[in-house]
């Protein structure tokens, strides 16, 4: 997101950039945009990246920061925020998605180039502050708006995020959530896949999954460190030779029952999407950063009744490593892999060891079987 922001600040000087940053600029891996904007200060500190004229605007109030971005309608904008505390935004982000909405629907569309608000140091990650900081309300509220409007997006590594961002400057009159891991995760997706997983909202990755054309279940993550645990569930069922098919879905948005003809366009195609989900393929799992519920309703045309489990974020929370967070919520990939057993009527111990069940039970600790 840093990169990507500085390059597109630096291609079109001409537009004002405005970033919008309730606290932790640095915390939230924004370090070159800072040194290169900086903070906007009455009495700017030498050695400290501060001007009268700063684009970057700080303040302990997060509508107020929103706002800032989203009134410089004419420049380059970005809000960077702690996804918990992004909840704060929600008001004034939904008042211009309506109000854009309406412009739409009159056939007045607005010229002003879209808005990403990134929310990072998020739910799975954030746990030096307990369950304060643990909260996925944003991108599940967001969901619920139009899909068209208000774009929720997952970028899980170096080239989906690169992508998302290129692409967000060359849209109008849209708010692109991006939902984005502050840790290091893996590169997983080549330039051409990131392109594709755009372009489509969603990709079954070919280089996972286990005997895909026989595929008894779909496994599909949405977020981050919800592919690592779909991943890790994928090669403990090709090890049992289970065929499965593995597919990150980068905008659920796309996969909703259209309300409006103009989400209709903005769903992915019928082809499309009986390629990724074929009926033939009705056990589906799906890994999500949000709370489960939410994402299958936005999924409801996907859902195939008592053959469909989503695992996610289910109010559990601490100062927990990311593991443990997986772990308290019921969402690594070993509850993946009794989530499968399940949708197929399958012995657990068929796909687990028995260190792993009593794990999974509670009669056994976790750590070093599970994560």
Avoid: C
Avoid at 70 to 79: A, D, F, H
């Amino acid at each position: 997101m840093d990169d990507g922001f500085l390059a597109a600040v630096r291609a079109n000087p001409h537009l004002r950039p405005r970033v919008g940053n309730p606290d932790e600029m640095r915390s939230n891996r924004m370090q070159r945009t800072l040194d290169a904007l900086k903070f906007r200060v009455t009495q700017p500190e030498e050695g400290i990246p501060e001007a009268l004229d700063g684009a970057v605007i700080t303040a302990l109030n997060e509508e107020a920061v929103a706002s800032v971005a989203l009134g410089n309608k004419g420049g380059l904008n970005i809000v960077v925020t702690y996804e918990a505390f992004a909840a704060k935004m929600h008001g004034v982000v939904r008042q211009e998605i309506i109000f854009t909405d309406q412009l739409n629907a009159a056939g007045r569309p607005p010229g002003w180039l879209s808005v990403p608000l990134v929310l990072t140091s998020h739910a799975w990650e954030n746990a030096k502050n307990e369950r304060s900081h643990q909260d996925p309300m944003l991108a599940e509220a967001l969901l619920g708006e139009p899909a068209d409007v208000s774009r929720v997006l997952f970028p899980t590594d170096y080239n989906s995020a690169a992508v998302v961002m290129q692409a967000v400057y060359r849209t109008h009159g849209q708010i692109w959530t991006l939902v984005v891991p502050k840790g290091s995760l893996p590169d997983l997706f080549t330039a051409d896949e990131a392109r594709a997983l755009l372009r489509d909202g969603a990709l079954r990755l070919e280089w996972a999954g286990h005997r895909s054309d026989e595929a008894r279940v779909a496994l599909t993550a949405v977020g981050g460190y919800q592919l690592m645990e779909a991943l890790r569930a994928s090669e403990r069922l090709a090890a049992r030779d289970l065929a499965h098919t593995v597919i990150y879905m980068l905008e659920p948005g796309r996969f909703r029952t259209p309300r409006s003809p103009r989400e209709t366009r903005h769903t992915a195609a019928p082809d499309l999407v009986g390629r990724l989900y074929p009926a033939t393929v009705a056990a589906r799992v799906f890994f999500t950063h949000t709370r489960p519920e939410p994402l299958l309703g936005t999924l409801a045309p996907l859902h195939t009744g008592p053959s469909t489990l989503a695992l996610g974020f289910t109010n559990q929370g601490g100062t927990l490593s990311v593991g443990g967070m997986l772990f308290v919520n019921r969402a690594t990939w070993a509850h993946g892999v009794e989530a499968v057993a399940s949708l197929l009527q399958l012995p657990r111990e068929d796909l687990l060891e028995p260190e792993e069940i009593a794990a999974l039970d509670h009669r056994a600790a976790p750590d070093g079987i599970i994560y």
